[in-house]
């Protein structure tokens, strides 16, 4: 069964009990936020408390999502799909594929990582433009290697899965900026997993979950057009090898409903043997209805 089938086989159930909404009904244009490299609804590498897709209370909806990284020595493919329920309830599923540089193939240890993504994300209160408080919601992301012998080589005390929880707060705050809308959003985010997981989870004497910040702040500068920079706190389990923190700056085009692209300059510091990793994101989403 191909990569595709996996996800759509995954999803089947959820599909079925969805009543179809048309991207034109439920949220404001671009209020859907964008989907995470994780998989779920938010920014590029920071998870918002928005739900993915336009679904209102009594909507459902689904997306779909590609995105690729690619730093000087690393390339990152991540897709999947996501469904919206009600704008209550989010269930999402995203594969990553991370090609290694030819230093680490010549360890005989494979040429790429792959893992698997399932998220799950409840909104708790609010909503990001309407109410006066900020949107809050609580999620979590199970992460599943599809082979560990890279992370067990480099001293990953699991090599085999963990699980982030994470409590979001998320904001639109309309003409806020010089007249332009603000949205900021605030993550903290319980971990073990090292690169998101890619590089196992915890290390040496550092098997317990970390709480980690992260944010995005951007302006609308028009129903279309958003541009901002988001910045990702990352555990440091690993003994023999450093880990930093994540930022990038992004621009997003939303011309409807139907789909939106976001281009970013990423900048992920050092990753397992290389050093200072900076390059393009690019990622597409596209909402099924």
Partial sequence: MNK????LWLLTPLLFTAQPVYAGTGKLLATAGLTQVEGSGGGGIVPWATISGYDAKGETSVSAFNTQVSVDDYKLHALGLSVGIYDRLEFSVARQTFDLPSSVIGLG????????????K????GDVVYSNWPQISV???????????????IGASDNKQGTDYYLSATKVHLGAAAGYNLVWNLTARATKANQMGLLGFGGAGEDSHKVMLEGSLGILLSRKIAVGIEYRQKPNNLAAFKEDDWKDIFISYTPNKHFNFT?????????AVADDQQGIYLSTTGYLW
């Fill in 139 to 153: 999620g979590l992301q199970h992460k599943n290697l599809s082979d560990g012998a890279i992370a067990g080589a």
């Fill in 263 to 271: 281009l970013a300059w990423a900048s992920l510091g050092n990753i």
């Fill in 122 to 125: 409840a909104k708790l209160y």
């Fill in 4 to 7: 595709a089938n996996q996800y």
């Fill in 109 to 120: 240890l494979g040429n790429e990582i792959n893992q698997t993504v399932y998220g799950v």
